[in-house]
């Protein structure tokens, strides 16, 4: 793979800055507690080398924990019995380093033992991974190829009955009515009817749909909003071979079809300096779902990368946001690409270069109306999106007043957007309010048929993150009653 | 597609209205095919979603007044994030570990913060409104640094509603010299009632108080007969700001109050008040009750207790029945002494120096009783001259024993060596009542410090937490070694340190952060003693490391805050 060579070698061996290490904290607290360690933990023997931080920090048991960080990656080991990634002893040693109290060693031999043999086993592993790519490429086992055939083809049949028998459903609901849709157990069954048919993304569908019944004013429209794009997508899917290729990619991966990554990049990359525009994770009680948008900053092309944690467990890929990272990403398939695989990281993460560098930290926005007529022109392709992602300039926040509820207006007052439902009951409203001051502000966030989810503003040189929206707010979370909802024409 | 289309070409019986309605009683019923109706929803949905438009925006909000106050540094910026994040994680229970606790560091840094005049950043608003909402302690300095901005955003959120009622966010009172806006707000508040009213009315007459005391006084009084006791009682416990002869008449009048609480207010401020008519009344009360017997050598002191609480005793702030298991006569006595200025004791004892007449001994046992009166009245009358004798004979058992006041008490008493609290270690006298927290707080502050310090080398730390949070902080040298040396006393005595937890929280928070270096040494885990109690040594040094990390990070937060604005990121 060309450029493998260059990995880390220019990029990563300069320094991070504190605000970058400070990205990489899984939640508040691990930060709050790094925080303490990088200021007074006892360290001893730490040292920073061939792209690789170490050090010794004492912990209330008699052994001191070994942390080490691979930069490239970034990846994380700790003799600590944290479940946090990276855990607290990683990300105070980063800080430290960050801030410049870990000297550079002076050679590679002067890596400890212990940590040498976490580096080489991983750097071992990455080097196979990367031997055994062009391998596979090489040599197509015709025999494994037919067998993957047959099994893809088994799993597409057991989808499609499954589709039939969710359109089964929706037609008995809407011959009866919506007034006697039933609640919880009834939907339940049916999403274990698709897990069953193996289509979690029909699953998933299916039980956002058993949430809306009887979930406040006006719910029988949302609920048959729901359910007639259900049925397109039911439709869609039994009918897959007359769809064009991009919608039918969009299909399959909306049912639950995933796209092997590895796969992906092996074809075609788009090498791009990415500003990450937002980081949020999201957790259902089973799983954390890490969403990171970036921005390319030569294509203009804006990207969404997913990453997946056990429950209560931060996924490992963290990308801070506001820094920038010359990477190549693959878009998966689509009728509206945005969901992207991460391959080769070029260079950083890292702050963005200042005026020398001519590097945006703050990528070119667009009016209210302007971002509406691009949710229109983007639905034309993709029906399902909930919402893309926008960064909208020069509006100024209005908080919320009896039952009308927040909006972002033009500057001049004029035509205004409703931020979504679940937006305003966070903390990250009240931040945007904070750094608005009653101006206009510059945001990035998820723009769709439900108001607006703010994600990150930009104010006077600096990213700020609207960390209180995460909370409940996150792709999964049910389509709640939009409050008046007044701001829609 | 058009923006703003919300017609729906394509389903004949009009829009989407049409369609939920038929979805809502059900197809069946209605005739039309399930199919072709989820078809045309789903066609009506995408279209309605795709044609979505802006709407009207409502009124802006006023933009928040400009702060010219200078942003804080990133360094700074990071700690203050850090600082909020940790309030309200961490916490709770558990063994105090080898980390600090950065909750407690928050009023020291904020405090900084303000004097050094920098701005709240606008993104740490909400969690730093949410920290002057939950602590009292944090509210002035947390709202001074959000400044204007920070007002803004509480007038428009209701969760922070309450902080704007309390009177702690300023720009809501009128200025305390505008005479007539002043007693608008004043005379409106009784009338509006309402929550928070005797808040928004105690702010004002505060600030009224202190820019003009007399005028306060004068607004009070065109109320007076109006108020609710409990704010007559609050009212008068404000004019302890300001205090002077002036008040006097107001007082007196007060004396005649309904309420004993207001009564014993405003008598308790008279009694500070030592050219007060009520003063020369309690002087007059004592001075027929207290005598010098010359007949001894050396002299003593004779004590006649009253032999009855009479109404204008009463009225003067006599509580006329006294706790439980004390007599009547030493409980009114002590509340004499306690009232009469000190000043009349060089005249009953024939010019002696504070110090001499706390040397004379005491007839009959009386002296307890004298000298916790006399501990009260110096800390009442802020009489430093008295604090220092009264100081010089300090306790050796613990301040807070259950009261010995007996008519008779013990024997006559020794007189005990003046000055110095380390010097009468042995010299064992229980005197209950006289506090010496208290009586530091009539020292100035060094003296206040060096009488600690000495204390603490003396006696160690077991008695010495109230003491140290008389001090001011930064703790002084001496006393900072003093600490120091007895904690370190107190590790090789063996035991554990979580008994002197409260001593090192203190000293977390009050040491000069300077004072890490010196402490590294005991951080390090040390040899066991075979005496000590088990595992001892380690927790020990977990909280020397503890201390000593809370001192290295408070070294850093007046870095980051102080750091030169040239050199600043």
């Known amino acids: 793979m060309a450029g493998r060579s260059v990995v ?9 800055s504190v605000d970058q290490v400070w990205g990489l904290a899984p939640d508040a607290s691990s930060r709050t507690a790094a925080g303490k360690l990088a200021a007074a933990g006892p360290w001893v023997e730490s040292g920073a080398a061939g792209g690789a931080v170490w050090g010794l920090c004492r912990g209330s048991g008699s052994r001191p924990y070994q942390a ?62 990367a031997a055994a790519r062009p391998a596979a490429e090489r040599a197509p086992d015709p025999a494994a190829a037919a067998e993957a055939e047959r099994r893809a083809e088994q799993r597409r049949q057991r989808i499609a009955a499954g589709a039939a028998e969710l359109e089964q459903r929706l037609t008995d609901l809407l011959r009866d009515g919506l007034a006697a849709a039933p609640r919880g157990a009834v939907w339940e069954e049916t999403a274990a009817r698709m897990v069953d048919a193996q289509a979690p993304g029909l699953a998933a569908r299916v039980r956002e749909l058993g949430a809306l019944p009887a979930s406040g004013p006006g719910w029988p429209a949302r609920l048959l909003a729901e359910c007639s794009l259900t049925h397109l997508l039911d439709q869609g899917f039994l009918r897959l071979d007359e769809l064009p290729e991009p919608l039918a990619a969009t299909v399959r991966s909306r049912v639950g079809l995933t796209v092997d990554a590895a796969g992906l990049l092996r074809g075609s990359t788009l090498r791009d300096e990415w500003l990450v525009l937002a980081q949020e994770d999201a957790d259902d009680g089973k799983l954390v779902t890490r969403r990171i948008w970036l921005h390319g900053a030569g294509t203009e092309r804006m990207a969404l990368l997913l990453a997946y944690g ?48 001519r590097q945006r930290t703050v990528p070119p926005g667009a009016g209210i109306a302007e971002a509406a007529a691009a949710y229109g022109a983007a639905l034309a392709a993709d029906p399902w999106l909930e919402g893309i992602p926008v960064v909208l300039t020069d509006v100024v926040p209005v908080p919320e007043e009896g039952d009308e509820g927040w909006q972002l207006a033009e500057r001049t007052g004029g035509r205004a957007l409703p931020l979504h439902p679940a937006a305003g009951r966070g903390a990250g409203v009240w931040q945007l309010l904070a750094v608005s001051g009653g101006g206009p502000v510059t945001v990035f966030g998820e723009f769709g048929h439900a108001g607006f989810r703010p994600l990150t503003t930009f104010s006077a040189g600096t990213t700020v993150p609207l960390t209180g929206t995460a909370a409940g707010a996150g792709a999964g979370a049910p389509i709640a009653a939009p409050k008046g909802g007044g701001a829609w024409r | 597609m058009t923006a703003g289309t919300q017609d729906l070409a394509g389903s004949p019986a009009g829009g989407w209205g049409e369609l939920v309605a038929a979805a809502v009683v059900g197809a069946g019923r209605r005739g039309v095919d399930e199919g072709a109706l989820l078809d045309a929803a789903a066609a009506a949905t995408v279209r309605r979603r795709a044609g979505l438009v ?10 928040a007044a400009h702060d010219p106050r200078p942003r804080l540094p990133a360094a700074a910026r990071r700690r203050l994030a850090a600082l909020l994040a940790d309030r309200s994680g961490a916490g709770g229970g558990g063994r105090r570990g080898p980390t600090p606790d950065l909750a407690e560091l928050i009023p020291e840094w904020l405090r900084h913060a303000v004097e050094c005049g920098y701005q709240a950043p606008p993104e740490l608003l909400p969690p730093l409104l949410d920290a002057a909402r939950a602590r009292i302690d944090l509210r002035p300095h947390a709202l001074a640094l959000a400044g204007p901005r920070g007002l803004w955003l509480a007038e428009r959120a209701p969760q922070w509603a309450p902080l704007l009622r309390d009177g702690a966010a300023g720009p809501a009172l009128p200025d305390p010299r505008d005479a007539a806006a002043v007693r608008a707000l004043w005379e409106e508040g009784p009338r509006a009632g309402g929550p928070g009213t005797s808040q928004v009315r105690s702010a004002l007459f505060a600030e009224v108080r202190r820019a003009d005391p007399a005028g306060a006084v004068e607004l009070l009084a065109s109320t007076w007969p109006a108020e609710k006791a409990e704010d007559r009682l609050a009212f008068v416990e404000l004019l302890r700001t300001g205090l002077s002869l002036a008040d006097e008449p107001f007082l007196e009048g007060a004396l005649g109050d309904r309420s004993r609480g207001v009564r014993t207010a405003a008598a308790e401020l008279l009694a500070g008040l030592p050219g007060s008519a009520l003063a020369g009344r309690m002087a007059a009360r004592v001075r027929s009750l207290v005598v010098l017997d010359r007949s001894e050598e050396p002299p003593v002191i004779a004590v006649e207790a009253p032999y009855e609480c009479d109404a204008a005793m009463e009225r003067d702030g006599l509580v006329a029945t006294p706790p439980a298991g004390m007599g009547e006569r030493s409980w009114w006595f002590g509340q004499l002494v306690a009232a009469a200025p000190l000043a009349v004791w060089q005249e009953v004892f024939d010019g002696r120096t504070a110090e ?13 009783d004298l000298l916790a009166a006399w501990s009260r009245a110096a800390a009442r009358q802020h009489d430093s001259a008295w604090a220092r004798a009264l100081l010089g004979t300090a306790p050796t058992s613990p301040p807070g024993e259950p009261p010995a006041f007996t008519a008779g008490g013990p024997g006559a008493s020794r007189p005990p060596a003046p000055s110095g609290p380390g010097r009468t270690a042995g010299g064992g006298e229980n005197v209950p009542g006289r506090d010496p927290a208290r009586l530091l707080t009539a020292l100035p502050e060094a003296e206040r410090a060096a009488w600690v310090a000495e204390f603490i080398s003396a006696h160690g730390l077991s008695e010495a ?59 390090a885990t040390h040899e066991e003693a075979e005496e000590s109690s088990p595992g001892a040594a380690g927790y020990w040094s977990e909280a020397f490391q503890r201390l000593v990390a ?20």
């Open chain 2, 356 to 368: 001499e007449v706390v040397a004379l001994p005491v007839a009959d046992g009386w002296r307890p």
């Open chain 2, 465 to 523: 937490f109230r003491l140290l949070g008389a001090c001011a902080v930064p703790w002084p040298e001496e006393l900072g070694r003093a600490v120091v040396d007895a904690l370190e006393i107190a590790r090789d005595g063996g035991s554990y340190p979580w008994s002197f937890s409260g001593v090192m929280g203190l000293a977390e928070r009050c040491l000069d952060p300077s004072y890490a270096v010196r402490l590294e040494p005991l951080a």
């Open chain 1, 8 to 16: 880390g070698m220019d990029g990563l061996s300069e320094r991070w």
């Open chain 2, 54 to 63: 802006p709407g009207p925006a409502r009124r802006l909000p006023e933009p």
């Open chain 1, 310 to 357: 056990a429950a209560g467990r931060a996924p490992e890929q963290s990308l801070p946001t506001g820094l920038v990272l010359d990477a190549e990403l693959a878009y998966y398939p689509g009728a509206y690409p945005l969901r992207a695989a991460l391959g080769t990281v070029h260079a950083g993460p890292r702050t963005p270069a200042g005026e020398g560098g």
């Open chain 1, 68 to 129: 080490v960080v691979d930069l490239r990656g970034p990846a994380y080991k700790c003799s600590c019995p944290s479940r946090k990634f990276p855990c607290k002893h990683a990300l105070g040693l980063l800080l430290r380093w960050a801030q410049g109290e870990v000297a550079d060693a002076p050679a590679e031999a002067a890596v400890p033992q212990w940590a040498a043999e976490w580096l080489a086993g991983r750097r071992e592993k990455a080097e196979q991974k």
């Open chain 2, 550 to 569: 809370t001192l290295r990070i408070r070294a850093a937060m007046r870095d980051e805050l102080t750091t030169p604005a040239a050199l600043r990121p």
